[in-house]
């Protein structure tokens, strides 16, 4: 069986829109399939729909010869909208005129959804030419709610999930097995291929090919010429999850410049590897000149870099990884660009602030055991900005492992 993502919705939602739909995220994070979902609907609306990737070495060659050669494989009839579903157009010589052109002649006629597999390769072609052309959609791997749905079949547990959140006091049934499948969660991630796989040993061998294949694209295309180095990157941030990430430190370890350090950080940002979570201060030219904190944007991926599958509770980066997940949960939750941190010069910190409103939000301090928390240790924050309620999410709630899934 094939589960719907949370993005299918969505971009159903924005089929009647002008603007054509463009699907980003990292590689096997499901864009093909999602395209292939989307075809599905539309068929069943007896749309007219046609789905190919640029892949295909003969199409790719016709449509840089110019846009309007897409028509000498698709057929367009003038009374209907045409839908086109293109995957990989980040391998046009230049996609932002390819749908430009295409935009400019014949929307609201013609409706492109195209998957690009990494926002690097869209922030270099896709240019300022397509504003209000385009509507970009993150398609990230699975969230711990999505991951539920493709490791169980059901809906059952998710409801339970959704439950549990709205009710802090309940006592779910399910309990025991959410638990079980939230430690595989943290020890696997979302890669959709990867939760489905049965037993640990090929749920391994998928995330060694993903940072042995899949990576190696992204690192290849990306002209990278130090991979060795690239990688290296990789595992420092790995064990540095949730750290300040102090580029001068960094080219002092891998011997690499300044400028080699931060592009490479950037093509990690762009491949949807890693994010780089900027501080929260009153003063926004303080948090704009302030160091940032690394968050995976999977936890199979930094686990399988740090060749680390132990159980959670026997690991001890599992504070790291308990708040690695929240950071996935406020992505999915509230948005990037909403997340920032808290860090005085003197070390007082708070993991997490999120922006609701200006001068408003919540604050957010992860533990692996409620018992490390210590109200009085951040009463310097709450007198800073009382707006901005502190809340804890811990891993364990009490000494009988009552976990509380850092909802």
């Known amino acids: 069986m094939i589960h719907k993502r949370v993005l299918f919705d969505m971009i ?12 980003t995220g990292p590689r096997q994070s499901g864009k093909t399939t999602l395209l292939q979902q989307i075809a599905g609907y539309l068929e069943q609306k007896n749309e ?5 990737t640029l892949e295909d070495h003969d199409i790719l060659h016709r449509l840089n010869k110019h846009p309007d050669r897409i028509f000498d494989i698709v057929r367009k009839n003038k009374a209907e909208r045409l839908y086109l579903l293109i995957d990989e157009i980040q391998y046009l010589s230049d996609p932002s005129n390819f749908l430009k052109l295409l935009y400019d002649k014949y929307s609201p006629n013609l409706k492109i959804i195209a998957t690009g597999s990494s926002a690097f390769y869209i922030d270099r072609k896709f240019t300022d030419s397509l504003a ?33 959140r709205l009710h802090p006091g309940y006592i779910s049934l399910a309990s025991h097995e959410l638990s079980s499948l939230f430690d595989e969660y943290l020890t696997f991630g979302g890669y959709p ?3 489905l796989a049965r037993g ?28 060795e180095k690239f990688y290296r990157l990789m595992l420092l941030l790995a064990h540095q999850t949730g750290s300040l990430v ?33 501080p929260f201060y009153g003063n926004v030219r303080k948090e704009l000149i302030k160091m940032p904190k690394v968050y995976f944007h999977d936890l199979g991926l930094r686990n399988v870099l740090m060749n680390s599958f132990t159980p959670v509770f026997q690991r001890i980066d599992k504070g790291e990884l308990v708040e690695n997940y929240s950071f996935i949960r406020l992505r999915e939750t509230s948005g990037l660009d909403a997340v920032r941190f808290w860090r005085t010069a003197e070390g007082h910190e708070v993991d997490f602030v999120v922006s609701h409103s200006p001068g408003s939000g919540e604050a957010i301090e992860v533990k692996y055991a409620a018992t490390a928390f210590n109200p009085g240790k951040y009463k310097r924050f709450t007198e800073a900005y009382p707006g901005f309620p502190l809340h804890i999410r811990a891993y364990d709630a009490d000494e009988n492992r009552n976990k509380v899934l850092c909802l």
């Open 132 to 164: 209000g052309r385009k509507q970009l959609f993150e398609l990230y791997t699975l969230s711990f709610d999505e991951f539920l749905l493709f490791r169980t079949g059901e809906s059952r547990l998710g409801g339970e999930l959704q439950h549990m």
């Open 48 to 52: 007219n729909v046609y789905i190919f």
């Open 246 to 278: 102090n580029v001068n430190e960094l080219t002092n370890t891998l011997r690499l410049s300044v400028t080699a350090i931060e592009n490479y950080l950037y093509i990690m940002r762009k491949c949807f590897h890693i994010h780089l979570v900027r």
């Open 193 to 195: 291929a990867v939760a």
């Open 12 to 23: 159903i939602n924005h089929l009647p829109a002008k603007e054509f739909s463009i699907i």
């Open 200 to 227: 640990e040993t090929e749920k391994i061998l998928l995330l060694k090919e993903i940072m042995n294949s899949y990576l190696k694209r992204d690192i290849t295309e990306s002209n990278i010429s130090d991979t």
